[in-house]
């Protein structure tokens, strides 16, 4: 230990006998402060102007929560629409011809059945993308689907019936040969 140590550990009870009073302290240092530069502290909240300023903020932003949420369900009643137009002309064209397979006397109950059976299973098809579409955001792809889907009965009960009309010319044809 170096001499400065050791005096200090020997006087240590000196050290001990002046402690701050900080309220005296503190006392003193305001007395010092200049009355007159006491700041009048302005709350905001209580100032018209800024009541005014935060209703105009609250208004807007209520109102164009509004708007974009008219504008989605406006853009969901679209989908719906092309959805219904969509609907009623591939039903009617699909109703009119598995009328005309229906009503085919060419064709056997078995072979009707087992086309039948596969209209079915689109029909299913169909309602999965209907439920998916009233699910989902992304509408355009699902309205294709549909739409692939109703070509694809189509195109299966035409090509049917254009094999029913072919077997009807060959066996007519037929019935002419010498």
Known sequence: MDDFEKHISKNRHLFDEHTVDKNKLWEHIESELNPVSKVKTVKLWQSPMIKIAATIIILIGVFSLASIFTASNQSSNVANQELMDIDSYYKGLVSFQV???????????????????????????????????????????????????????????????????DSKKTDDNEGYIL
């Open 99 to 165: 009328q005309l397979v229906n009503n085919n006397d060419k064709l056997l109950a078995s072979d009707k059945e087992e086309f039948l059976s596969f209209m079915d299973e689109l029909d299913k098809e169909y309602e999965l993308l209907k439920k998916e579409m009233e699910n989902n955001f992304n509408n355009e792809y699902i309205l294709e689907a549909i739409v692939n889907n109703y070509k694809k009965r189509i195109e299966l009960i035409e090509n049917l019936l254009e094999q029913i009309n």
